[in-house]
């Protein structure tokens, strides 16, 4: 009946498209649609607007063998029998969840939605929003089955997460769970099923709890490390053969799309009563701060040339979303002589540099993003290294 399995709306970002790459591969008809007219062309291509670790020998083979397209063209969510909506959901600046992000979303698909489809919320949503969409699609007038199903893989990592993880499934309807459970079958016979509510309060945790244990190492690294003691010396004594500590993380910069944003939505939906949450905010946030005033401790920053590698929010990836480097970044450049920045991944910044120019021009270096490249790079020059990738220590 249907000419397609599966559609995804906001097909071409960061989620949707090793979602649809993970389908195609288990023989799903995937299309992808999207508003942006450079991914999909790229997609069309075969060509990854973005770095994820397996995608680039799969998305070709499965673009060439049909079982995968991208359309800007709304009109082909009509031939699918699932809708998966995975666009963003940002906080705004004032850090308001954007709260109709996935209901515009749905919106704009509504006249292209069709009876008997199964409609799977995947992106992170301000608890109530299924609800909201729930409402949405019985004002249509539709037999439309509405699921929420979180995706809570860590980018770069897409494609093996997918099938590795176990995968949350809800409905307020017993169709509504059973058919989403068989979609997200076709990934993992894992499946956790819950009610929507219990759902969207699952995903926003998972990115909370982590972004709250980054904040906990990095502040404890700042005790430590006013007190003249090496953290990592600690941390290894703390975690060593000792299994109740032991996914204590190094200190970092705990940055990116996701974690922040999430941490503010469970803020804002417990009416800002979330004191852990904003205290977590206030370190992670607050340690390019805490870096750069304890370099001004030790170095006249005003006669310093200082050199940012990587500019990615993490290690191996090329995504600057929300990065920490550049709030560093900015901060530098009001305080030292000049700031040169460089990163093996990043290709959207036109300010970078080579590194080699970096190494060269450079008085001070600080690793920001913990590349693999960096790992033991021979450098002469001094450098604060968060992550300990050079293996000299993380005091500064
Ligand atoms: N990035 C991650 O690692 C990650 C992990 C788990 C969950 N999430 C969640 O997944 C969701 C998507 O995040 P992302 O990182 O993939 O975002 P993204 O910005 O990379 O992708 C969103 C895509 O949606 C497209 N889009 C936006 N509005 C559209 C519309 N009306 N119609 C069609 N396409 C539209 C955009 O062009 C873009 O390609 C967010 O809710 C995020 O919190 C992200």
Same mark, same amino acid.
């Given at each position: 009946?249907?000419?397609?399995? #599966?559609?995804?709306?906001?097909?071409?970002?960061?989620?949707?498209?090793?979602?649809?790459?993970?389908?195609?591969?288990?023989?799903?008809?995937?299309?992808?649609?999207?508003?942006?007219?450079?991914?999909?062309?790229?997609?069309?291509?075969?060509?990854?607007?973005? &770095?994820?670790?397996? %995608?680039?020998?799969?998305?070709?083979? *499965?673009?060439?063998?049909?079982? =995968?397209?991208?359309?800007?063209?709304? %009109?082909?969510?009509?031939?699918?029998?699932?809708?998966?909506?995975?666009?963003?959901?940002?906080?705004? &600046?004032?850090?308001?969840?954007? #709260?109709?992000?996935?209901?515009?979303?749905?919106?704009?698909?509504?006249?292209?939605?069709?009876?008997?489809?199964?409609? !799977?919320?995947?992106?992170?949503?301000?608890?109530? !929003?299924?609800?909201?969409? /729930?409402?949405?699609?019985?004002?249509?007038?539709?037999?439309?089955?509405?699921?929420?199903?979180?995706?809570?893989?860590?980018?770069?990592?897409? *494609?093996? /997460?997918?099938?590795?993880?176990?995968?949350?499934?809800?409905?307020?309807?017993?169709?509504?769970?059973?058919?989403?459970?068989?979609?997200?079958?076709?990934?993992?016979?894992?499946?956790? /099923?819950?009610?929507?509510? /219990?759902?969207?309060?699952?995903?926003?945790?998972?990115?909370?709890?982590?972004? #709250?244990?980054?904040?906990?190492?990095?502040?404890?690294?700042?005790?430590?490390?006013?007190?003249?003691?090496?953290?990592?010396?600690?941390?290894?004594? !703390?975690?060593?053969?000792?299994? &109740?500590?032991?996914?204590?993380?190094?200190?970092?910069?705990?940055?990116?799309?996701?974690?922040?944003?999430?941490?503010?939505?469970?803020?804002?939906?417990?009416?800002?009563?979330?004191?852990?949450?904003?205290?977590?905010?206030?370190?992670?946030?607050?340690?390019? =701060?805490?870096?750069?005033?304890?370099?001004?401790?030790?170095?006249?920053?005003?006669?310093?040339?200082?050199?940012?590698?990587?500019?990615?929010?993490?290690?191996?990836?090329?995504?600057?979303?929300?990065? *920490?480097?550049?709030?560093?970044?900015?901060?530098?450049?009001?305080?030292?002589?000049?700031?040169?920045?460089?990163?093996?991944?990043?290709?959207?910044?036109?300010?970078?540099?080579?590194?080699?120019?970096?190494?060269?021009?450079?008085?001070?270096?600080?690793?920001?993003?913990?590349?693999?490249?960096?790992?033991? =790079?021979?450098?002469?020059?001094?450098?604060?290294?968060?992550?300990?990738?050079?293996?000299?220590?993380?005091?500064?």
């Amino acid at each position: 009946m249907w000419e397609r399995n #599966i559609a995804i709306l906001g097909g071409c970002g960061h989620v949707g498209l090793p979602l649809g790459i993970a389908f195609a591969d288990r023989g799903q008809q995937v299309v992808l649609y999207d508003t942006n007219p450079a991914a999909v062309e790229q997609v069309n291509r075969g060509c990854m607007p973005f &770095r994820e670790r397996g %995608a680039e020998e799969l998305l070709p083979r *499965l673009v060439s063998a049909g079982w =995968l397209s991208a359309s800007l063209e709304a %009109a082909c969510l009509s031939s699918v029998e699932v809708v998966v909506v995975v666009v963003g959901t940002p906080v705004d &600046r004032y850090l308001n969840p954007d #709260i109709g992000a996935v209901l515009r979303a749905v919106d704009s698909a509504a006249p292209h939605l069709v009876g008997g489809q199964l409609l !799977v919320l995947r992106s992170t949503i301000y608890p109530g !929003v299924t609800a909201l969409v /729930e409402k949405r699609v019985a004002e249509l007038g539709l037999t439309i089955d509405v699921a929420f199903c979180p995706e809570r893989i860590a980018e770069g990592h897409a *494609l093996d /997460e997918l099938s590795s993880l176990p995968q949350i499934v809800s409905g307020r309807t017993p169709t509504a769970i059973e058919r989403a459970g068989r979609l997200f079958r076709l990934l993992t016979p894992d499946i956790v /099923e819950l009610l929507p509510e /219990e759902a969207e309060l699952a995903k926003l945790f998972t990115n909370t709890w982590r972004y #709250i244990k980054f904040a906990t190492a990095n502040q404890l690294f700042m005790i430590a490390n006013d007190w003249g003691l090496d953290f990592e010396r600690i941390r290894h004594a !703390v975690t060593y053969r000792y299994p &109740r500590a032991a996914d204590m993380p190094g200190p970092g910069f705990a940055a990116g799309p996701c974690l922040f944003k999430d941490t503010m939505q469970i803020a804002a939906f417990n009416e800002n009563q979330f004191t852990l949450g904003n205290a977590s905010v206030m370190i992670n946030e607050g340690l390019p =701060l805490y870096l750069v005033s304890r370099l001004e401790r030790r170095y006249d920053l005003s006669e310093t040339v200082v050199g940012i590698l990587g500019m990615a929010f993490k290690g191996g990836s090329d995504d600057t979303r929300s990065s *920490l480097s550049y709030k560093l970044k900015r901060l530098l450049q009001i305080k030292a002589k000049a700031v040169l920045c460089t990163d093996p991944h990043v290709t959207t910044d036109p300010d970078l540099v080579p590194l080699q120019e970096v190494l060269e021009r450079a008085d001070l270096l600080v690793v920001a993003t913990p590349h693999p490249e960096y790992a033991r =790079l021979e450098v002469g020059l001094p450098a604060v290294d968060l992550f300990n990738i050079l293996g000299r220590g993380v005091r500064v």
